[in-house]
T-cell receptor, first 110, second 115 residues
Framework: KNEVEQSPQNLTAQEGEFITINCSYSVGISALHWLQQHPGGGIVSLFMLSSGKKKHGRLIATINIQEKHSSLHITASHPRDSAVYICAVRSNFGNEKLTFGTGTRLTIIP | DGGITQSPKYLFRKEGQNVTLSCEQNLNHDAMYWYRQDPGQGLRLIYYSQIVNDFQKGDIAEGYSVSREKKESFPLTVTSAQKNPTAFYLC??????????????FGPGTRLTVL
């Protein structure tokens, strides 16, 4: 079992829909990152969080440390949101490197 | 503009040849990282450096080598010992001595194809 699991693997939605991407992890963590990878391959960091909730524009990230689960929400989705969304966790033991999920490919249809 | 540059965007090499991927940052970050991305897999750490003249192996360092002679540069050499070098390579950097605690900034990546 991978340490970081994302669901769904692929998601297609109509423009304007509310989007939820989920991330579950199996290890104790000190922080969780949400990243966005565009078709060209470049990656942008969206959020880094260790508790509660963060909001930036139409993006909202939440984390439940007890349940080892995080969600990324996109409100009023737009075709430009089409990308791969990657969850990564920083372990709270050992060398504390990041462990990455395999990503969720989101496609927003106009 | 501050950022991370990787060159080239696409790279083709013949099997058995060593190849060096460039990564430069002007963010004044102490820590730099190299990741490899393969289809259907999460990013995997190859090497990282928390400070100039020091670096550590990541999870998949075999067949790779790095140097960190300057703060802004962290080149990765893919040697002929790497059995499956075709992949997308991403460089990242972060500020501070304990880089794992800070947000990582990624470069645009280099897609290496070995023929």
């Amino acid at each position: 079992k991978n340490e970081v699991e994302q669901s769904p693997q692929n998601l297609t939605a109509q423009e304007g829909e509310f989007i939820t991407i989920n991330c579950s992890y199996s290890v104790g963590i000190s922080a969780l990152h949400w990243l966005q990878q565009h078709p060209g391959g470049g990656i942008v960091s969206l959020f880094m969080l260790s508790s509660g909730k963060k909001k930036h524009g139409r993006l909202i990230a939440t984390i439940n440390i007890q349940e080892k689960h995080s969600s990324l929400h996109i409100t009023a989705s737009h075709p430009r949101d089409s990308a791969v969304y990657i969850c990564a966790v920083r372990s709270n033991f050992g060398n504390e490197k990041l462990t990455f999920g395999t990503g969720t490919r989101l496609t927003i249809i106009p | 503009d501050g950022g991370i540059t990787q060159s080239p965007k696409y790279l083709f090499r013949k099997e058995g040849q060593n190849v060096t991927l460039s990564c430069e940052q002007n963010l004044n970050h102490d820590a730099m990282y190299w990741y490899r991305q393969d289809p259907g897999q999460g990013l995997r750490l190859i090497y990282y450096s928390q400070i100039v003249n020091d670096f550590q192996k990541g999870d998949i360092a075999e067949g790779y080598s790095v140097s960190r002679e300057k703060k802004e540069s962290f080149p990765l050499t893919v040697t002929s010992a790497q059995k499956n070098p075709t992949a997308f390579y991403l460089c990242a950097s972060s500020m501070g001595g304990q880089g794992w605690y800070n947000e990582q900034f990624f470069g645009p990546g280099t897609r290496l194809t070995v023929l």
